[in-house]
């Protein structure tokens, strides 16, 4: 078993929560509030504004010129390809996509997830620990997608089915390609080293978790007034 495939394994108890949370729950049954929709939808813009700007902070780090191609790849795919599971969820709401993230949110469980990634993207030269940070993003929504997908509760009449279908299959390259940047950045680290990389990976599972449930609750930030 490689070094990624463990951290799939250790995070699979996260998943299964993620999974059996509201936020997905309804998503299943074609059923959650329009405005958790919008609150997701607006927080995921902002975060996904930030993952391709980390993903170029990385090209300097990588080890060839195959990797920086596939970041630049990437940055590409989050500016256009995946507005596409976007535009599922914003016809479930039934209004214009870009209408819907003009106003922007920036929740305290993403703005944590968020400074997560940039922390480990700066305070490491191996970018094996911004990496571990980002992965589990596309591995939570494949694996979730991909039990949607099997799951006999799946509301098969709703345009969020499509939501599941375009992750199911859509982020399998990105991890694989992660999954060997890790391995091949881990290879010569200490078991402390290790450990700490596998705890990004973890930590960044469990905010995944709570972006989802950020959009369920629609959490804002509390001050204590206006």
């Not at 509301?155 to 969020?160: A, C, G, R, V």
């Not at 905010?207 to 206006?226: D, I, L, P, S, V």
């Amino acid at each position: 078993m490689t070094f990624a495939e463990t951290l799939e394994r250790d995070a699979q108890p996260i998943i299964d929560q993620i999974y059996d949370d509201n936020f997905i729950q309804a998503l299943l049954k074609g059923n959650i509030d329009k405005e958790s929709i919008r609150q997701y939808l607006r927080a995921d813009a902002s975060y996904l504004r930030e993952f391709a700007n980390i993903y170029a902070l990385l090209i300097p780090k990588m080890p060839n010129l195959e990797s920086v191609r596939f970041l630049v790849d990437q940055i590409q795919f989050i500016v256009n390809g995946e507005v596409e599971a976007h535009e599922f969820m914003a016809e479930y709401v039934d209004e214009p996509y870009h209408e819907i993230v003009q106003q922007k949110v920036w929740p305290p469980s993403g703005d944590h997830y968020i400074k997560h990634m940039y922390y480990n993207v700066y305070a490491h030269e191996n970018a094996a620990y911004a990496i571990a940070a980002m992965a589990p993003c596309p591995y939570v929504y494949a694996e979730v997608a991909k039990r949607a997908m099997q799951d006999d509760r799946l509301n098969q009449s709703s345009i969020l089915k499509n939501w599941f279908e375009f992750y199911q299959t859509e982020m399998d390259a990105l991890i694989d390609v992660l999954n060997q940047l890790m391995n091949e950045l881990t290879k010569h680290m200490t078991d402390t080293e290790r450990q700490e990389v596998r705890e990004n990976y973890l930590q960044s599972t469990v905010h995944e978790r709570n972006f989802f449930n950020m959009a369920y609750t629609k959490e804002q930030w509390e001050f204590g007034g206006k």
